[in-house]
């Protein structure tokens, strides 16, 4: 009685679900930059007969009743876009997930430059790949990263005018795998008149452990203080000096990859 | 239980399971993959196996001798080379000294079958016999002038041209292209490693294979993986042709009948992403069908878009293999110490 009615059931509910063996690939994603003044498109593309992109603005995992891309979609506040695929023969996609910034960031410094060089293969532009607003891939060999071997990065920024500022956007890249971790301290120091200058912030950051997702992909750290006109900034990104025990690279100095640093 | 209540329960549970098939007729369409004419049902369990007895690490590269068995190498050395029968069934296993096994190729020379095997680990070209016999080596090619030491020649693969001639290629070392004769003896070098696009070098120079498609002019085609493209080389080694094939970090090229098949390993980095899928060529090295990936979309000006996986049929696929039948077996690199899957060629 009971054995043949789950028999069928376990029946019925193989042969349906056997078509959902394959999960589908997340949608391609592109757009200039996610930094944007008024406003930026961004448009998607998932060439797979019958199958659907859908997204949210709110930061929401996408679910079968959201929005379905259409067309580019125009953004005008800063959101964070989550996109996913869905189609009737597979399971969804994973959800991918962009951040987009808009502005006001500060107008561009009138000199800049890095107290120390980055590491030879990863120069980039030197200090003004971190201040031109282009965006890196996730590629770090692609010429937007600057790459830092255990040594700190220190970015010394100068305007003429007195200008107000609150905070910054560090755009970096972690692969734990390529020995790039997080840092583990981000200070920022001010001054008016060049000489005497105060510490706005200071922040330090544990090392995550072994498997956390802190350890790869695209991160943002984004740091605030009171706002302040000030002329001069100096930001000081300190690089892990030494990887830890469950490394392959264990004791080694780990590598720091930044590729954008904006001022708000 | 009563005689009636058996009948009634009988009775529902066909009903059930009848309402159930018909259910799965229309809703459960086994997954067609492709596009074009070339499209396959996926088949996960063909391989059976025994992880216990018949172990693999990556799964390297599979060639298919005249009984119709598909030998395959890996880099496990409890058995470097399994063969299978149709039914994925293990004939054979043997093979414990290639840490590095990576490129096969098989090549009958007049009746006899050998096998070719790359090892990057032993830095060496191995020819071995079917029972896994070894007849002759190729060490690291000193002579040519290019080589400092053994460990700049990390081979990957081996072509071998009909009047067997042998082509072998240095991916993972220094990206040459190395041909001798038939027995060894060295009769030119050229490719090598090279800024990405400059014509004629070659990076993460893969595989490569003899093209007989066009009898008139025979090609080597070679892979030259971190700059997504296949290039064209005379015979002579001078360079006729790079085909862009952007997001496609392809393997060995396989040549079956009209077409070139590719196992793409990867479409995006790092090169751990699992966002491998398969691609075919047509005879004007023109994508037709993308197993595991997106419709291939050339624009107006004939320029290949971008091609990315959509389907997660795969993660590093790293060779493919045609039956005589057209269906495809794809063996994976650094996916959970995957067997091969096979695809079965349907017609529509």
Known sequence: MKIITFTYIGLLCGFTLGAQEFQLAPPQVNYASPFFESGTSVNMAFALEGAEIRYTLDGTDPGPQSPVYAGPLVLKESCVLKAATFHTSYRPSEPVAFRFFKQPMVERPDSFWLEQAPAARYTGKGALSLIDKVKGSANFGDGNWLGFEGKTLALHLFWNKKTKMKGLIISRLNDAGAWIFPPVQISVRGSTDGRSFITLLQKKLKTPDEGSPLLSGQQYDELHWPARKLRYLEVLIEPLQALPSWHQGKGAPAWLFVDEILIR | ?348
């Not at chain 2, 041909?179 to 070098?189: D, V």
């Not at chain 2, 899928?277 to 047509?282: A, E, M, Q, S």
């Not at chain 2, 269906?327 to 695809?343: C, E, F, H, K, T």
Request: aromatic share 10%.
């Open chain 2, 1 to 348: 239980m009563q005689r009636r209540q058996f009948i009634q329960q009988t009775t529902t549970f066909g009903l059930a399971l009848g309402l159930g098939v018909r259910g799965w007729a229309r809703s459960g369409n086994p997954v067609v993959v492709g596009h074009g004419d070339f499209r396959y049902k996926i088949d996960t369990h063909w391989c059976k196996a025994d992880p216990t007895v018949h172990p693999v690490l990556d799964c390297h590269e599979m060639v298919l001798d005249s009984k119709g068995r598909i030998v395959m190498c890996t880099n496990e050395t409890k058995n470097n080379i399994l063969i299978f029968n149709k039914d994925g069934e293990v004939l054979e296993a043997f093979g414990n000294e290639y840490p590095g096994a990576h490129g096969l190729t098989l090549f009958d020379e007049g009746g006899t079958e050998y096998l070719w095997l790359t090892d990057y680990e032993r830095h060496e070209v191995i020819k071995m016999d079917m029972k896994g016999r070894v007849v002759l080596t190729l060490g690291w090619p000193a002579d040519t002038g290019k080589y400092q030491r053994k460990e700049d020649f990390r081979p990957t693969e081996t072509s071998i041209a009909p009047n067997g001639d042998v082509f072998v290629v240095d991916g993972y070392g220094m990206d040459y292209v190395i041909h001798y004769s038939p027995q060894g003896h060295l009769k030119n070098i050229f490719g090598g490693k090279g800024q990405a696009g400059e014509p004629g070098k070659l990076n993460n120079a893969h595989g490569i294979a003899f093209d007989n498609r066009n009898p008139q002019q025979p090609v080597l085609l070679v892979t030259s993986r971190a700059d997504n493209a296949l290039k064209r080389f005379a015979l002579d080694g001078s360079f006729l042709e790079s085909i862009p094939l952007p997001g496609a970090y392809i393997c060995r090229p396989v040549v079956k009948g009209n077409e070139v098949y590719f196992a793409v390993l990867i479409s995006k980095l790092p090169w751990d992403s699992g966002s491998g899928f398969v691609c075919i060529l047509d005879k004007n090295n023109k994508v037709v069908s993308l197993p595991g990936g997106c419709e291939p979309q050339y624009d107006a000006a004939g320029k290949l878009g971008t091609m990315y996986q959509t389907i997660r049929l795969f993660k590093h696929p790293h060779d493919v293999l045609i039956d005589d039948d057209d269906n495809l077996y794809v063996a994976q690199w650094n996916s959970g110490r995957v067997y091969p899957v096979r695809l079965e060629r349907t017609h529509l």
